[in-house]
């Protein structure tokens, strides 16, 4: 059996996915799972078959897939892919996006995905990556188990070779389709498959156990390098999630690269390529004038603001946005998912000049927040001059979060800028009483 790995790893695991194509692999894989769902209770099996309407035969392999799954009373989900000629992924690459994302759509929660690739797989993956100008870790092989795109994906098969899972089928005598678009050599893969690979191992039989060897020895750089980089990160990145360039600025080029990959991994789960790690560094980190430079990467921004670099979700536009709050003593949500305005009633002690005072309102008045005044701000009841871009420079709060603090308004004058600033200009009148109130968010 194949798959005692499994299970061995994943004991209390109760709920797969097999994505199941009809090919020899991932039919035996199916009925390899049939034979331990004699024996582990509870044990529940679904399938996928994702028909890519490339070819005839395609309706043929569907049709065995259905048919084998109730044969043995297995839920089978069947989806297809229509792949347009013109495309900026090519087939195989937009296959690949569309399957991930039907994958993703059937997944139940806690259930992992089961994908049958093998060890001869391992090998052609490894010149696909060459060719595709990958580091480390492109280099080191496809994982045993991994999850991409928040999918949990498991490969029972990934160090077991093609060979051993054929003779296995046709010793169980399992039947199962052939895909006639593995011949095909206009596909990447399949030219490294028949092309390449198949004179390699003709030359050095051992090739494919000495390419798996290279593939581990490069996993477990990828394992020690990778330690490194969270240690520095640990050191080195605030609790809003910004990178310091402080220590930053003093590593070798290289090692800024694969920290700052890690980095924004860590922030979006995806991997930057090298020409958007060669942007980061260019146009934000070493440009003097990167106060507006900005770099979109998957629905975010990378910026910069003094000595440290951000990766932000930019929120929507609440420059006009004005929320009346009815009870000061009630919790106040803010829109975009700011978070709250707690407040609570104080009394106000002259010896303590450190506490952040916001006065209490009086009876009557109207209370609002508001996100936005300009620049320099004029209260003119006293004829108060609030310089915002100055205050919010001397708190070293970046531009683009200069919007979003909540302003708060008694009637039509500027109180406070909640956690930031007060203009004091109502403490003579309200007896010594006053509020704190504090921002609970994911910024302050």
């Not at 060719?131 to 991409?148: A, C, H």
């Not at 951000?310 to 829109?335: A, C, R, V």
């Not at 975009?336 to 407040?343: K, V």
Request: charged fraction near 25%.
């Amino acid at each position: 059996m194949f798959i005692k790995k499994l299970f061995l790893k994943y004991p209390k695991q109760k709920k797969f996915l097999l994505a199941l194509s009809g090919g020899v692999d991932s039919t035996v894989l199916l009925h390899q799972l049939l034979i331990y769902k004699k024996k582990i209770n509870n044990l529940r099996i679904r399938a996928i078959h994702i028909n890519h309407n490339l070819y005839s035969h395609s309706v043929i392999a569907q049709k065995h897939c259905q048919d084998l799954c109730k044969s043995y009373n297995i839920s089978i989900i069947t989806e297809n892919i229509n792949i347009p000629k013109k495309n900026k992924y090519g087939i195989e690459g937009f296959a690949r996006i569309q399957r991930l994302k039907i994958f993703k759509k059937y997944l139940l929660p806690n259930e992992i995905l089961l994908q049958a690739h093998n060890l001869n797989d391992q090998c052609e993956n490894f010149f696909l990556m060459l060719k595709r100008k990958s580091g480390i870790n492109g280099l080191s092989g496809i994982k045993f188990s991994s999850t991409l795109n928040d999918i949990k994906i498991v490969r029972p098969f990934i160090s077991i070779q093609k060979e051993k899972i054929i003779s296995w089928a046709k010793k169980k005598k399992i039947k199962w389709v052939e895909d006639k678009s593995n011949q095909l050599t206009k596909y990447d893969r399949n030219f490294i498959r028949k092309t390449i690979l198949l004179q390699i191992y003709t030359r050095w039989p051992k090739f494919l156990q000495n390419c798996t060897m290279s593939m581990k020895i490069l996993a477990n750089d990828q394992k020690t390098l990778n330690c490194l980089i969270s240690m520095f990160l640990k050191k080195n990145t605030f609790l809003d999630g910004s990178l310091s360039l402080i220590n930053f600025c003093n590593l070798k080029l290289e090692a800024k690269y694969s920290i700052l990959k890690q980095w924004l991994k860590k922030k979006c789960k995806y991997t930057p390529t090298y020409n958007v790690l060669k942007r980061i560094y260019q146009e934000i980190i070493l440009n003097n004038n990167y106060y507006n430079k900005k770099i979109i990467f998957h629905n975010g921004e990378i910026r910069r603001f003094k000595k440290q670099i951000y990766y932000i979700i930019p929120n929507s536009n609440i420059k006009n946005t004005i929320i009346s709050w009815n009870n000061i003593f009630k919790p106040l949500k803010l829109p975009e998912n700011l978070g709250y305005l707690i407040s609570k009633k104080k009394f106000f002690q002259k010896k303590n000049k450190n506490i952040f005072k916001i006065p209490c309102p009086l009876k009557n008045t109207l209370i609002n927040i508001r996100f936005y005044i300009k620049k320099k701000y004029i209260n003119k009841n006293i004829n108060q001059t609030i310089n915002i871009k100055k205050i919010c420079q001397k708190n070293n709060i970046p531009p683009w979060l200069r919007n979003i603090i909540p302003l708060l308004f008694y009637n039509e004058e500027l109180i406070a800028g909640i956690g930031i600033f007060s203009t004091k200009n109502y403490i003579k009148k309200i007896n010594k009483k006053y509020i704190t109130i504090s921002w609970m968010n994911k910024i302050n």
